[in-house]
């Protein structure tokens, strides 16, 4: 295969031209790489090397000046702004930013394309009139200023450029209409032979100075077109160099250039359709493994989107062993960016406090814990465990025990809102990763840093020479703006191996074997995008370049690149919904439709392979380590809510109790339930502890009434936070609780009233008792804290809360072979015939005994007894005392129980329940 630079430079060696003193212009500074290597090919003697340009580096060396970027422009473009406009209605910089760099944008567009603008703007400005307010008689201020805008245009463009040029310096567009303007000088003082190679669609700066080199015969345009689409006057493919040869002056007087004849030669065509970006860069892997090392040598990878080279990277085979890759890599996809970007967000979202999130998220960050790995999970640990939901900076650095550590000090001292303080952090945080990436040997790592540095660095020139970042808001928006132009170049071989590349980065350049991604509608064709401030109609009448042509660029690189290819590749994501997706590009249809008759076009659909796992219960046998830690627990005593952890689900009971793994502690922004029932547990604890051996009186709960506010507070600091929960639901919650402590002692009072005599036998008081269970050579006790004993009226009742809903039904039981199998009906039955059984054991307290519940989401229930009924259903003749025959029948299951859990035949198996929500 010849390449089109090749052929450009046969028949260059074939001319009387000295190629030694020619210049070369082509569309990128790679295709001038590949034009010196072709060349270095092709000469049989030795030679200097010509020169060569890209087109921008062409335009400034005609023009003379500087260009500088978007972020400079727009330091630039403030200072005109603040001349041109009253100090009273002047904007701050933010809101200036907001549609500045659209306005910019748009001033690129007229220069490049040579618009009078005075005559441009007075007719924008015209249909903003048109547009909104055309039937409006009287204009109100609001209406007036919006007008007053449009009209300053012409004058804020006029600055800007004198601005510019009076320093040397001008955006790309304005280097172009300066070019424009002073190439007739050039060509006065330049006799020298320019070729241009390789361009597409100019812009009309570009048109006028490719057609006063051509007229002064000072220049030779190459251009790259096949004969089928030449020919197809509909194709996107030739629209503009058809329309350059048909209209330039130049070619009518000469015979125009020859068309190649390469794209209707045979060639293998794939088309296929793979689920999501990562299925794509995973078929991309597949592809090249495939090639031996000559056709890998001809190969080039062309990403349609710059975020699939990550996965792409991660997907090369092992046979590739030379890759040249031109793209860059983003510097906001290194690791250090996101963290970077979660120190941003802590500062910016939070002026006093720190909400806790941001704040773990900076510290969970690699590039903390590496440094201080001790002190994050020390901090991390005391914030989980005091519930701290907002920080103060001070408050957050007396969490840890290195609270002069350089780098918490850096991050987490307050920048108040000033871009120098933020810098200053910023600098002293990346010399703090430097020193611990030195230690590691980290050289990716490294040169990452090094990127921030320098990033940091140019931000504090842009504050030292443009005082406008007043806060730490505009100082983030040029952070992104800096980062996101900013990239880190592969070191490689330009012209060997495979070569990995962006859709750009192609012009000019043939391979023979060519892989496409990612050839879906908005990518490849970009689509349609809106910003500017000029109406479509505007751009039509001064043709400047809409949709339609955009999309006609994107047709002839795609179509130039499969021009010459014998082998080609093309992927799209066949998914509708998600990052990359949307419908198979007009590209792909287009190749279909009009399909040459020595194209072999194969289409497919790839899917990635899916094992389906059958999810079975699991099953974890007894292993004698398990046999001895149940030997412990049943030594220690099992609870009530452990048994009736295992009757729920026998595997939650392993991994709670055997292997002893507990839920993460965590930050609770909202009081979660079981906080709710500590709390009121521990308020009715402190309030009845000292009155165990008393009776209740209504003096007495009267005087726990007026305390309820108080210890409610105290118990929430307790078992909750410090901080005041007198906000959002917070407080609705705190109100809950004391809605549930005063509605009870209300239902103390009204039976005191009724004439229930009521005595405090014990409160909270831990229980133990010792189980006999058959063919078990050890002992077995259990063990719990039951809430609440009482005498009233000559029985003994044992109470336990609940602050969740129960119903009278749910302390109910028909047969006992159930008690220990339904954890949804019988695990309240079961909690308190536990703590009947171990209060029964010591064996003093006055006969009759009742249990029961007591539900402060049913107070309207009073005492839920424990009953004993003979069918389902039985509403009267229900047994509720607790005598010797239902603490046997309750024995004799709970035996059974504790010995299937101490069995070292029975496995432990996972049952497949359904959530509930529980009580407290």
Known sequence: MRSFIKEVLEKTLASEEDISEVIFILPSKRAGSFLLNELSGISSKSIFAPQIFSIEEFTEKISGLKSVDNTISIFEFFEVYRNCTPTEKQEDFETFMNWAQTLIHDFNEIDRYLINHKEFFNYLSEIQDLNHWYLQKEKTDLIKNYLRFWHTLPEYYEKLKEQLLSKNQAYQGLIYREAAT??????????????????????????????????????????????????????????????????????????????????????????????????????????????????????????????????????????????????????????????????????????????????????????????????????????????????????????????????????????????????????????????????????????????????????????????????LKSLYHFYKEIMST?????????????????????????????????????????????????????????????????????????????????????????????????????????????????????????????????????????????????????????????????????????????????????????????????????????????????????????????????????????SYTQAPMDKGKNLLIFEVAKRYVLNFLKFELERIKNGEEIKILQIERNLKTAIEVQHLDFPVFIRGKVDRVENTNGITRIIDYKTGKVEQNKIEIVDWESITTDYDRYSKSFQVLSYATMLNARQNFIQPVEAGIISFKNMKGGFLKFCKKDKPGQRSGKKSQIDTEVLAAFGLELQKLIAEICNPEIPFIEKEIKPTFGSY
């Open 182 to 471: 002073k190439i007739r000088d050039y060509l006065q003082h330049n006799k020298q032979k320019h070729i241009f190679i390789g361009f597409n669609a100019l812009n009309a700066a570009e048109e006028q100075i490719f057609q006063a080199m051509l007229e002064k015969s000072a220049a030779e345009v190459f251009w790259d077109i096949d004969e089928v689409f030449l020919q197809d006057r509909e194709h996107g493919a030739s629209l503009f160099i058809r329309e350059y040869l048909q209209k330039w002056p130049y070619y009518k007087s000469r015979s125009k250039a020859i068309p190649v004849n390469e794209y209707a030669s045979a060639k293998k065509i794939e088309i296929t359709g793979v689920p999501k970006n990562i299925g794509q860069a995973k078929h991309l892997g597949e592809i090249l493994a495939n090639m031996n090392q000559d056709e890998l040598q001809k190969t080039a990878v062309v990403l349609g989107e710059e975020d699939l080279l990550l996965p792409v990277l991660n997907s090369l085979p092992p046979n590739i062993d030379a890759l040249n890759i031109t793209m860059g890599f983003p510097l906001k996809n290194a690791p250090l960016a996101s963290f970077f970007e979660k120190l941003f967000q802590l500062h910016l979202h939070n002026e006093q406090e720190y909400y806790y999130k941001e704040v773990l998220a900076v510290l969970n960050h690699p590039a903390i814990a590496g440094i201080q790995g001790n002190v994050v999970m020390e901090i991390s640990s005391k914030i989980n465990r005091q519930n701290l939901v907002y920080l103060k900076p001070e408050k957050f650095l007396s969490l840890s025990s290195q609270k002069e550590s350089p780098i918490l000090k850096a991050c987490f001292n307050h920048w108040k809102d000033s871009p120098e303080k933020a810098l200053q952090n910023l600098q002293e945080i990346v010399q703090q990763i430097k020193n611990q990436l030195k230690a590691a040997k980290d050289k990716l790592g490294l040169e990452f840093l090094y990127q921030f540095h320098v990033l940091f660095n140019k931000l504090e020139s842009l504050l030292k020479d443009y005082p406008h970042i007043k806060n």
């Open 486 to 718: 900013q990239s880190l170049d592969f070191q490689g071989r330009p012209f060997q191996g495979l070569q990995l590349m962006g859709m750009l980065e192609s012009r000019a350049l043939d391979f023979e074997n060519v892989i496409i991604t990612s050839l879906n509608e908005g990518v490849l064709p970009a689509g349609k995008s809106s910003n500017s401030f000029i109406p479509y109609d505007l751009k039509k009448a001064y043709r400047l370049p809409t949709y339609r042509e955009k999309d006609a660029v994107y047709t002839y690189h795609f179509y130039r690149l499969l021009q010459r290819a014998k082998n080609i590749h093309l992927l799209y994501n066949t998914e509708s919904s998600g990052l990359g997706a949307g419908e198979k590009s007009r590209f792909l249809t287009q190749l279909e439709i009009e399909k040459q008759p020595a194209h072999k076009l194969k289409k497919n659909l790839v899917a990635p392979r899916v094992n389906v796992a059958t999810p079975g219960l699991k099953e974890i046998k007894k292993t004698p380590a398990v046999m001895e830690q149940l030997k412990n627990l049943a030594n220690s005593g099992f609870s009530p809510s452990a048994l009736t952890t295992y009757i729920r689900n026998p595997l939650d009971f392993y991994h709670q109790y055997v292997l002893g793994i507990r839920e993460q502690e965590e930050v609770e922004e909202t009081v979660a339930y079981n906080t709710l029932g500590t709390v009121v547990h521990d308020t009715l604890q402190n309030f009845y502890e000292p009155l165990e051996d008393h009776f209740l009186s209504e003096e007495i709960i009267k005087r726990l009434m007026e305390k309820v506010d108080s210890e409610i507070q105290l118990q929430f600091h307790k």
